[in-house]
Each structure stands twice: as C-alpha cells, then as structure tokens.
C-alpha cells in the first residue's frame, strides 16, 4: 500500500472545498496580476498565489508528501496578503472584497487541513476484520 497521501479527494466535502480554495486562489491571483499592472509587487504575489496553488494540488512526486507544508505556506501567504493590505491597501471595493475573498481561502485551507488531521488519526477500517 502506498504511504503518500493521495492527491485525489475523498468526499462531497472534500471536492466542495477543493473548488473553493482553487476559485478564491485564482481569484487572488488574477486580481493582483491585474491590479496597477505591471507593479511588481502585484504581479510576484499574483505569481506566488499560483505556484502555491500548483505546489498544493499538481501530482508532482516531490510535494505530494509535504502537501501539509505547503497548504500552511498558502495560509501563511494569503494571511502576509491581508496584513499588508490592512498596513497600506486601498480602501475600496476591490480591496475589501479581495480581503474578504483572501480571509475565505484561509477558512476553507484550515478546513481541508483539519480534515486530512482526522483522516490521519482515524482509525483504518479494512473489510474482513
């Protein structure tokens, strides 16, 4: 039996929060790619956004078993995102709304991660015993 954990989702809830985390990422993403382009600052956190995402859900043999390691980078990233903008962003509708969306994509990151803690400690069930 393979010891890595699996990429795929288990269940309704698994997929319902996969989709959202991969929506409000790439919500994040294109809208500091395109917010005052072509600022720097915008564009390597709009980049940062993706290659997290692509970190957390591509099957790439390296960081399948540190899914958990990057899901908490993400978290730590979106979290840097909304102190930042708290610090010095615009206060405007695009800037409330992109918080708003960022605080969500941390929600549903600590969920998925809370998630795969209890599929962790649970015990397995094989059938036949």
Excluded: K
Excluded at 36 to 46: A, E, H, M, Q
Excluded at 54 to 80: F, H, N
């Amino acid at each position: 039996m393979d010891a890595r954990p699996s990429t795929a989702p288990r269940s309704t809830v698994d997929i319902a929060i996969r989709i959202g985390v991969v929506v409000l990422t790439l919500t994040a993403a294109i809208v500091h790619l395109s917010r005052l382009f072509p600022d720097p600052v915008f564009i390597l956190n709009g980049l940062g956004y993706l290659t997290l995402l692509a970190a957390l859900y591509l099957p790439i043999p390296r960081l399948v078993p540190r899914r958990r390691v990057v899901r908490w980078a993400l978290i730590g990233y979106a979290t840097l995102t909304i102190l930042a903008w708290v610090a010095i962003g615009e206060r405007n509708l695009l800037g409330y709304s992109t918080t708003a969306e960022e605080v969500a994509l941390v929600i549903l990151l600590l969920m998925e991660g809370r998630q795969g803690e209890v599929r962790r400690t649970a015990p397995s069930r094989h059938l036949g015993e």
